[in-house]
């Protein structure tokens, strides 16, 4: 009997553990309930312009893309999803926007959960 005890606290003790890591982990989403997380994990998702100079659009996820527009700072866009791209100062991650137009995602800063990976069907 003491050993089904023992086996029980450890449980108790990991999934404790488990349950602190995914609030700590996820931030706002975990606090904002079940619904809300399931809601927002599937778009449309948010992003605030943090680029002080303005965040430049292009036809793709590439500096080798034409530049078809800018998003002023403190724009909040709409995100679809995000892409890896061409590598921008150490990060190949860029943002497909709702018209469907490409922007490097360290110009924008997240507002609630991070942006799902582009389905082939997006790109």
């Given at each position: 009997?003491?050993?089904l005890s023992q086996i029980r606290r450890s449980a108790a003790v990991l999934a404790s553990a488990g349950l602190l890591c995914g609030v700590l982990g996820s931030g706002t989403a975990a606090a904002a309930g079940p619904?809300?997380?399931?809601v927002a994990s599937h778009g449309p998702?948010?992003?605030r312009v943090v680029a002080r100079t303005g965040a430049p659009v292009r036809t793709g996820p590439s500096t080798h893309y034409k530049v078809v527009g800018e998003l002023r700072h403190g724009r909040v866009v709409t995100i679809v999803c995000k892409v890896n791209g061409?590598?921008?100062?150490?990060?190949?991650r860029w943002y497909k926007l709702r018209d469907g137009r490409y922007t490097w995602s360290r110009n924008i800063a997240n507002i609630g959960p991070i942006p799902r990976w582009c389905h082939r069907h997006h790109r």
């Open positions: 009997m003491k050993y619904t809300s997380a399931t998702y948010k992003g061409r590598n921008v100062r150490g990060n190949p």
